[in-house]
T-cell receptor, first 117, second 112 residues
Framework: GAVVSQHPSRVICKSGTSVKIECRSL??????MFWYRQFPKQSLMLMAT?????????EQGVEKDKFLINHASLTLSTLTVTSAHPEDSSFYIC?????????????FGPGTRLLVL | AQSVSQHNHHVILSEAASLELGCNYS??????LFWYVQYPGQHLQLLLK??????LVKGIKGFEAEFIKSKFSFNLRKPSVQWSDTAEYFC??????????FGSGTRLQVQP
């Protein structure tokens, strides 16, 4: 099956610093990747849709200047949390779609747990 | 607005009991529906999916789901659960914009 990896799996940083999270599709090309955020005991909330070679599409309420997304290749998308604050602490999950038009299936990465002190 | 709802937030069953987790969606047109499972400490894994055709969909690990258009439902079932089925289960849907809308999740606890 399709495999998606994320790096790092866990990161602790000081308030005010920036953190970059990588999402890779290991055995398929993904023109589109998605970034979700999951708070403890809650469901996944879509943050943005990352398109290879173009700007990401952000959901309402998500600050695009704070959560920078770059989709430089068909197998890599990065999410950079800029000037992180404690309220940004969360579990960030990416997914990548296998090609299929309107019948796409998303495969999820293992997630990155961010703790901002 | 599109939405997916799961009404069972926490379910506790004994081994060998039958399972049914509810999922309802609110979309006006064509919808693709999915069930994902998240085992403790692990990432989301696809259990099964429905795009069209036979409304009874069989997935991995003995799970199945039935799409009932008239009820806007896509309930997940398993005839006999095992302790290893303890996990969080998420129903999700998309209406062609490709990003998934997730339900709030159901935590299943299977007691040996």
């Amino acid at each position: 099956g399709a495999v998606v990896s994320q790096h790092p799996s866990r990161v602790i940083c000081k308030s005010g610093t920036s953190v970059k999270i990588e999402c890779r599709s290991l055995d398929f090309q993904a023109t589109t990747m998605f970034w979700y955020r999951q708070f403890p005991k809650q469901s996944l909330m879509l943050m943005a849709t990352s398109n290879e070679g173009s700007k990401a599409t952000y959901e309402q309420g998500v600050e695009k200047d704070k959560f920078l997304i770059n989709h430089a290749s068909l197998t890599l998308s990065t999410l950079t949390v800029t000037s992180a604050h404690p309220e940004d602490s969360s579990f960030y999950i990416c997914s990548a779609s296998t090609p299929g038009g309107t019948r796409e299936t998303q495969y999820f990465g293992p997630g990155t747990r961010l703790l901002v002190l | 607005a599109q939405s997916v709802s799961q009404h069972n937030h926490h379910v506790i069953l004994s081994e060998a009991a039958s399972l049914e987790l509810g999922c309802n969606y609110s979309y006006g047109g064509t919808v693709n529906l999915f069930w994902y499972v998240q085992y403790p400490g692990q990432h989301l894994q696809l259990l099964l999916k429905y795009f069209s055709g036979d409304p009874l969909v069989k997935g991995i690990k003995g799970f199945e789901a039935e799409f009932i258009k008239s009820k806007f439902s896509f309930n997940l079932r398993k005839p006999s659960v095992q302790w290893s089925d303890t996990a969080e289960y998420f129903c999700a849907g998309d209406t062609g914009r490709r990003a998934l809308t997730f339900g709030s999740g159901t935590r299943l606890q299977v007691q040996p």
